[in-house]
Nanobody
Framework: QVQLVESGGGLVQAGGSLRLSCAAS????????MGWFRQAPGKEREFVAA?????????YYADSVKGRFTISRDNAKNTVFLQMNSLRPDDTAVYCC???????????????????WGQGTQVTVSS
């Protein structure tokens, strides 16, 4: 089992920034590809970003956040981060992280498939 706990959400004005954190516990963090997802009210869960478990930490982003969001990980701290800049009202959602222990890089995460999910943290961007 892997437990994932997100933090860092909040209320921010359009154009502002937030940094989300996802702390993992339970198993070896470095064995998991990690991803961030979001779900706005009345909408389906949407892939945001993912990072591989390999030493090269390959990243992948949804087109809607490319150039504005950055995913990173600190294996020593068992934590994955999502730096969100130039936030827009349509970024408002509950953001959650997920862990995938498979061998296929970010492909499962990009299809919203994962072994473990966090509960999420609310991000609200005001106009």
């Amino acid at each position: 089992q892997v437990q994932l706990v997100e933090s860092g959400g909040g209320l921010v004005q359009a154009g502002g920034s937030l940094r989300l954190s996802c702390a993992a516990s339970g198993r070896t963090f470095s064995n998991y590809n990690m991803g961030w997802f979001r779900q706005a009210p009345g909408k389906e869960r949407e892939f945001v970003a993912a990072i591989t478990k390999t030493s090269t930490s390959i990243t992948y982003y949804a087109d809607s956040v490319k150039g504005r969001f950055t995913i990173s990980r600190d294996n020593a701290k068992n934590t994955v981060f999502l730096q969100m800049n130039s936030l827009r009202p349509d970024d408002t959602a509950v953001y959650c992280c997920a862990a995938d222990g498979g061998p296929y890089g970010t492909s499962r995460l990009r299809r919203a498939q994962a072994d473990y999910w966090g509960q999420g943290t609310q991000v609200t961007v005001s106009s």
